[in-house]
């Protein structure tokens, strides 16, 4: 089975700095990758994803990540958070099984607090 | 704007109850997925359809969990008892389930709390 690890629980950041979320996954065929923000009290929405191709998927709201198949990793990134970026980020994996594809399989996920 | 809704919003019962919730997924996706999540597992799938047929009900307790699409659209998240442990929101998901691509959208969630 799948498995998705994020590697910091808590990040706290000033405005304007730079920003990076780990994300490694395990799973040895074809994946999708997700990155996943939830702000308070709301419901998951999607920042980016990766099917095929580039490497370097760009995001809403500036996020970008990019997926290193020798590594299993899909890093999240931005190069200037901002207040407004403060939320609860996921990293999801789902597989292809040939029948269609399965649910998402998600890491514990990274509190960002970015202070003014 | 398409979107997934659930209903309820917020439910509190006591343990024991009988509790359902309820999902609308956006009109033509064929795969529902239901994930919960709590403080301490995160956010797990607990089962999931496509076509209304249920495809995979791994992740939900057998004996007292049980998920429906009694059409396409509505599926029916149902906790019978309901125990304290149950308390976490559970979110709804919809997608085409298009061939390798699975982008799902998700709905509000129901948060349950079970005294």
């Known amino acids: 089975a799948q498995s998705v690890s994020q590697h910091n629980h808590h990040v706290i950041l000033s405005e304007a700095a730079s920003l990076e979320l780990g994300c490694n996954y395990s799973y040895g065929g074809t994946v999708n990758l997700f990155w996943y923000v939830q702000y308070p009290g709301q419901h998951l929405q999607l920042l980016l994803k990766y099917f095929s191709g580039d490497p370097l998927v760009k995001g809403i709201k500036g996020f970008e990540a990019e997926f290193i198949k020798s590594k299993f990793s899909f890093n999240l990134r931005k190069p200037s958070v901002q207040w407004s970026d403060t939320a609860e980020y996921f990293c999801?994996?789902?597989?292809?099984?040939?029948?269609?594809?399965?649910?998402?399989?998600f890491g514990k996920g990274t509190h960002l607090i970015i202070q003014p | 704007d398409a979107r997934v809704t659930q209903t309820p919003r917020h439910k509190v019962t006591e343990m024991g109850q009988e509790v359902t919730m309820r999902c609308q997924p956006i009109?033509?996706?064929?795969?529902v997925f239901w994930y919960r999540q709590t403080m301490m597992q995160g956010l797990e799938l607990l089962a999931y359809?496509?076509?209304?047929?249920?495809?995979?009900d791994s992740g939900m307790p057998k004996d007292r969990f049980s998920a429906e699409m009694p059409d396409a659209t509505l599926a029916t998240l149902k906790i019978q008892p309901s125990e304290p442990r149950d308390s976490a929101v559970y979110f709804c998901?919809?997608?085409?389930?298009?061939?390798?691509?699975?982008?799902?959208?998700f709905g509000p969630g129901t948060r349950l709390t079970v005294l």
């Open positions: 998901a919809s997608g085409s389930g298009q061939g390798v691509f699975n982008e799902q959208f």
């Open positions: 999801a994996v789902s597989v292809f099984s040939g029948g269609g594809a399965d649910g998402l399989t």
């Open positions: 359809f496509r076509n209304r047929a249920p495809l995979d």
């Open positions: 009109l033509g996706h064929n795969t």
